[in-house]
Each structure stands twice: as C-alpha cells, then as structure tokens.
C-alpha cells in the first residue's frame, strides 16, 4: 500500500486535489471518502466530478444514498451516512454494476469493509482549520 498526505486551506483547495486525483482516474475504481462531517469528502467529491467531465452540481446524496451521472467516465457518488445495515446497501445497489468505466465515489466509506483494491481517502479538519488529506492504494 502507498500512501501520500495533502493539506488543504480552502474548500477550493480540496476540489482542486479531487479534480487533480480525478483526472487519473480510468474507470472501475471505488473510492472510499472517510472522515467527519465537514471534513471536505463532498468538495473532494465535486473535484473529481469536474474532472471527469460532469456538468451536474455534485451534492451529497445523503436523503437518496446514491447519484449516478455522466461524463467522460460514469460517475456513481454514494453517501453511506444514513446506511444502517447490509440490507439497505443491497437495495441501492451499493457496487453491483458491471460497467467496467464506472468510478465509484463513496462517501462515508469506512462503514463498509473495504473492497478489495479500493483507494481509502482519509479527510480530516486540523486544528488550523485546514483539511488533512491522505490518499492510500494498493
């Protein structure tokens, strides 16, 4: 596993590293956003969204649990806060597709066991208010 640390000072900060991640990306990663409210998973979320070509608003869907949007690459953004128990992920389908070019984007990802090679984005709100990020993949 490697990891890399980021700190940001502004929400602009944190979509600029999700946009930067995000065009990376190649489709059939699940990423795995952890870390309290407020911590910058959903502007980290809207990075990624914008490099991937999304033209919707990204928000957290945290009443409907799951959005999915198109760009350059499908675009699944799952909110897990509200998630209780196994049974409600298998009703919205949490990372049942077979599209192969999908990126998943899970927010709330450590209430799940990690998927096998997922990447796991730790947010966290230091004491200056800036946002410490640290990206770890296999």
Sequence with gaps: MTSA???TASAAETRALGAQFGSG???????LLCGDLGAGKTQFAKGVAAALGVAAEIA????????????????VHYDLYRVRSAVELREIGFLES??????????WGDR?????????IVFSVEPDGSRGIVIEAP
Excluded: H, M
């Excluded at 990306?25 to 990423?31: A, D, M, P, R, S």
């Excluded at 949007?69 to 499908?74: A, I, K, Q, T, V």
């Design 112 to 120: 799940v066991p990690t998927p096998a090679g997922a990447v796991r």
């Design 25 to 31: 990306l190649v489709g059939g990663e699940i990423v």
């Design 5 to 7: 640390r980021f700190k």
């Design 60 to 75: 957290s869907p945290t009443f409907i649990l799951s959005a999915r949007y198109e760009g350059r690459l499908p675009l």
């Design 98 to 107: 077979d599209d192969p070019s999908e990126v998943a984007l899970v927010e």
